[in-house]
């Protein structure tokens, strides 16, 4: 009992307790101090503010999935190098990969190779033969009167001016006749499989292995043929008409300006002019000329000595009628006085011998003949390609790795064989951005072409015209078209035609010329006179005017405006129709020959 009452005590307590606190809690929260009673002060007043505007969240930028960055991966079926780029380097432009480098430094090797070829061939033959290491006597013919170049009493100066022949031959490793292709992108899909398993990336390696595959793919065999003599090219010069006309149909049995150049001057064949007489080959004229023995310098042999006036006996014949002459006159002069008609008589005969014996004495110190001798000069270039010969680019490449050792390449075998060829096949510009210079050789002329076209020449140009001509020939498909090009350097060499360059306004990317600046290097080339001007404006002030009917080959034509241009003067096609030689940027890109009527303000004279 008493413990019950214990404990409902401690509950009466504790609920007395709760309720008390509760109170006193109540009693605090109504009552006010002096710090709770706010201060009566004026109110603020409202400021207006403007909005708080978001920022513009900006999209997140997503890379399409095509153009998104990629881990490098090699392979053998791509190339490499067109993926990866130096650090800085413009990605938006594929040349600027480490691919597109290495490719600009080959196409300058190929350019620097053709160039030294079409520099000897345009050389003189005594020049030529010196870069040979050849003596001058190699070239040596006999003397010419047309060449002011030459005396008759110095042997020494009876060089030979140009060649007759250039007989220019591209081959591949086993001798088959080619265009003048490259063989770069056979050499960077070598280099692309070599480096798969040594290192893709290591772009410096990769550029001393193509260097080295090229200089050994490439190479170049010159040779002089013997001097040798025709029946008489100095009396076509001297305006033989018989002559003139069979030299002109040298080359007809085609026409030039449709047929389209084989790529390969002088076939080493039989030329046929359409009156049935062929030019000889070089073994028929090795045959029908004297060993240079048994001529010596500057002494003709029988067969070859001309005197004029001697063969047909007209030599005699025109003393004997000048005594007649002079006997008839001297007759009606004197009427019958015997003694005075024989006396003019014998004066007359006595001087008439005399006048014979000094033209005897005078051939006898100049022989005369009727060529001066003829030298053709024999080209043989081979580009070594990725076949499947025993001399290929895979038995080079064999002793470039003997020479650098191999870090794991498992060697030529044919599935690496067939993974070059199919790369070099892909299309660079489609797969990689690359572009590639194949070749910028496009149509050049033939021999018989190149002689069909010297066959138009007057008789009596001048050395200086003709050389000029000869010159802008030679460069028929030799010099792309490249808009705004000028020369660096007379010649090829130094100018890198057909090398690797940006695009100019047509797109176009191979070094070359445009229509003014080629004229501007054919004459700085072939005369050694850089002109004054290098534009079409220029041009049109150059040298001095002439009429249109009285232009001579080598004159120029100019048209100024939107449509400029400027051609150089070959010879006339009919009455108001003319052959010019130009750097068209037409289809061909390139310089060619063409008629038109070319009726233009400006017709120029720029040498004598």
């Known amino acids: ?68 960055e990629e881990v490098f991966s090699p ?88 060649w007759s022949r250039i007989d220019m031959v591209f081959t591949d490793e086993n001798g088959n006749r080619i265009m003048a292709d490259s063989n770069i992108k056979e050499i960077m899909a070598m280099a692309n499989t070599y480096f798969y398993y040594t290192d893709p990336e290591d772009s410096d390696a990769f550029l001393n292995y193509v260097l080295n595959l090229w200089d050994k793919s490439h190479s170049i065999h010159y040779s002089i043929g013997e001097v040798y003599y025709c029946d008489g090219c100095l009396e076509d010069a001297s305006g033989d008409t018989e002559a003139s006309e069979a030299a002109g149909t040298a080359g007809s049995g085609e026409n030039p300006e449709n047929a389209s150049g084989d790529g390969l001057t002088g076939s080493g064949e039989t030329e046929s002019g359409a009156d049935g007489t062929a030019a000889a080959s070089d073994a028929d004229h090795i045959q029908a000329t004297p060993e240079p ?52 008589k014998a004066a007359e ?123 802008a020939l030679s460069s028929v498909g030799k010099v792309p078209y490249y808009w705004g090009g000028k020369p660096s350097a007379p010649d090829y060499d130094g100018n890198h035609f057909g090398s690797l360059t940006a695009a100019d306004e047509k797109g176009r990317t191979m070094k070359g010329l445009d229509c003014s600046g080629w004229i501007s290097w054919v004459y700085w080339s072939a005369l050694g006179k850089r002109l004054q001007a290098e534009s079409t404006d220029g041009l049109a002030g150059c040298g001095t005017a002439v009429a249109r009917e009285d232009l001579k080959p080598g004159d120029i034509i100019v048209r100024l405006g939107d449509e400029g241009h400027v051609v150089m003067f070959l010879s006339w096609e009919s009455e108001d129709r003319m052959k010019v030689v130009h750097e068209s940027s037409g289809s061909v890109n390139n310089v060619t020959i063409s008629t038109m009527q070319a009726s233009w303000p400006y017709y120029r004279k720029l040498i004598d």
């Open 75 to 162: 392979s053998l079926a791509a190339l490499n190098l067109a993926y990866l780029y130096p650090e800085g380097a413009d990605r938006t432009d594929a040349q600027n990969s480490l691919a597109g480098q290495i490719l600009r430094e080959l196409s300058v090797k190929d350019s620097e190779w053709l160039a030294s070829i079409y520099d000897l061939s345009n050389r003189k033959p005594a020049e030529a033969a010196a870069k040979l290491g050849l003596p001058a006597d190699r070239v040596r013919g006999l003397c010419n009167p047309l060449d002011e170049s030459q005396t008759e009493d110095n042997p020494d100066s009876w060089l030979l001016s140009e």
């Open 293 to 344: 023995a048994e001529i010596g310098p500057g002494v003709p042999s029988a067969s070859e000595t001309t005197v004029y006036g001697a063969e047909d006996g007209t030599g005699s014949e025109m003393a004997e009628g000048a005594a007649e002459a002079g006997e008839q006159e001297t007759k009606a002069e004197i009427g019958p006085g015997i003694a005075l008609m024989e006396a003019s």
């Open 349 to 471: 005969t006595e001087t008439a011998e005399e006048m014979n014996k000094e033209e005897t004495d005078k051939e006898e110190k100049m022989p005369l003949t009727k060529c001066p001798g003829h030298v053709d000069l024999h080209i043989t270039a081979t580009v070594t390609g990725a076949s499947s010969s025993e001399k290929s680019l895979f038995s080079i490449a064999e002793g470039v790795a003997a020479a650098e050792p191999e870090a794991g390449f498992p060697g030529w075998t044919e599935e690496h064989k067939n993974a070059v060829r199919e790369l070099a096949a892909q299309d660079w510009k489609a797969a990689y951005g690359l572009t590639v210079s194949s070749t910028y050789i496009s149509n050049p002329l033939s021999q018989s072409e190149m002689e069909y076209y010297l066959s138009l020449l007057p008789a009596d140009i001048s050395l200086e015209r003709r050389r000029l001509i000869r010159y």
């Open 1 to 68: 009992m008493k413990r019950n009452r214990t404990v409902r005590n401690q509950t009466i307590s504790a609920i007395f307790m709760a309720l008390v606190g509760t109170a006193i809690h109540a009693g605090a929260q109504s009552y006010l101090s002096s710090y709770d009673i706010p201060e009566n002060k004026p109110a603020r007043p409202v400021v207006s503010r403007p909005p708080v505007v978001p920022e513009e969240t900006k999209p997140v930028e997503t890379v399409p999935e095509t153009e998104a």
